[in-house]
């Protein structure tokens, strides 16, 4: 099983960008759909931010986020990063990648889609 480790989160201020990045070891990730999720304070459950196919020939990114959130995938590192760009204080959240091999339709996947994750990491946006 694919091992997710992610990282690049911190405070940022609001308009400010971050990269998030998620490496893999055990598995390689272009054998993998990969989704970013995250988890807002007070929410019960993730929820889907942005997604790549296996192999990264498709990417989708959540209606509310497009023009500022953007997913990529570097094969020879291993890697998939996150681009978050002109950060809102609603932003603020822990963020999660996960990884399977069948996730279903990707566009619609959920948490429950997806068979690995890392621990996340905090991002915080100050007003």
């Known amino acids: 099983e694919v091992q997710l480790v992610e990282s690049g989160g911190g405070l940022v201020q609001a308009g400010g960008s971050l990269r998030l990045s998620c490496v893999a070891s055990?598995?390689?990730?272009?054998?993998?759909?990969i989704g970013w999720f995250r988890q807002a304070p007070g929410e019960k459950d993730c929820k889907g931010v942005s997604?790549?196919?296996?192999?990264?020939?498709?990417?989708f990114v959540a209606e509310s986020l497009k023009g500022r959130f953007a997913i990529s995938l570097d094969n020879d590192k291993n890697t998939v990063y996150l681009q978050m760009n002109s950060l809102k204080p609603e932003d603020t959240a822990v963020y999660y990648c996960?990884?399977?091999?069948?996730?279903?339709?990707?566009?619609?996947?959920?948490?429950?889609?997806?068979?690995?994750w890392g621990q996340g990491t905090q991002v915080t946006v100050s007003s």
């Open positions: 055990g598995g390689t990730l272009a054998d993998y759909a």
């Open positions: 996960a990884a399977d091999k069948n996730p279903g339709v990707l566009e619609e996947a959920t948490r429950s889609d997806f068979g690995s």
């Open positions: 997604y790549v196919s296996s192999g990264g020939r498709r990417k």
